[in-house]
């Protein structure tokens, strides 16, 4: 018996590279989701169905669980950097984007305490590297004579602080939480959102 074709109706469409950015950009997505409900260790196989993808899928794009997370990471970053170039952007705006990473991901939280300060031989060189991203991209507003700018190290201390008062289970409270440190620091800050909302 031969197998029939299927017909072009019911044939997905084949967008080759286009699928693949697509696929990444929603395995990332998906991932931040469920680490958010579920921590680090949560199945990956949550992560390919929360992102409408098979396994195989989420295999090629990352090779194990630490590169999912790296990206994850990374992609926070990213946007943080996004915001501090765009037009008109200033301290408060790029802190708000800033904290919303912070209430999203305890993963983006433990980056940001890997500024090294400590002389911690143990955290990982990438998450250092993300960490200067972050305070380079934040420094980019500082405007001189800002509360943040007095020391060298104030601004990552301040947004460790911050961090650490990043707690509760569900994102509202940590947003409170975190909202509430940056006024105790008496630092202003924007809309808490994703860049790009």
């Known amino acids: 018996m031969t197998q029939q074709p299927l017909s072009d109706e019911r044939r997905p469409a084949n967008d080759g590279p286009k699928a693949a950015a697509r696929n990444r950009a929603a395995l990332i997505g998906a991932a931040r989701e469920i680490y958010a409900e579920h921590g680090l260790n949560a199945p990956l196989s949550a992560i390919a169905r929360r992102a409408g993808v098979g396994q195989g899928v989420l295999y090629r794009h990352f090779p ?3 590169a999912v997370a790296i990206a994850v990471l990374e992609e926070n970053v990213r946007q943080i950097e996004q915001a501090a170039a765009a037009d008109g952007a200033d301290i408060t705006q790029v802190l708000g984007i800033l904290t919303w990473h912070q209430t999203e991901s305890a993963a983006f939280v433990s980056v940001l305490h890997a500024d090294g300060a400590g002389g911690h031989a143990d955290v990982p060189a990438y998450a250092q590297a993300l960490s200067r991203r972050v305070e380079v991209a934040l420094r980019r507003h500082l ?4 509360r943040l700018a007095a020391q060298a190290d104030d601004l990552m201390i301040a947004v460790g ?3 650490g008062a990043v707690t509760g289970p569900t994102r509202e409270q ?4 975190a909202l509430a ?5 008496g630092v202003e800050v924007g ?3 994703p860049f790009g909302e």
């Not at 940590?174 to 939480?177: C, P, Q, V």
């Not at 440190?181 to 620091?185: D, G």
């Open 64 to 66: 194990d669980r630490a």
């Open 143 to 146: 405007p001189d004579g800002h």
């Open 161 to 163: 602080m911050v961090s």
């Open 174 to 177: 940590r947003e409170r939480r």
């Open 181 to 185: 440190a940056w006024r105790l620091l």
């Open 191 to 193: 809309p808490v959102r």
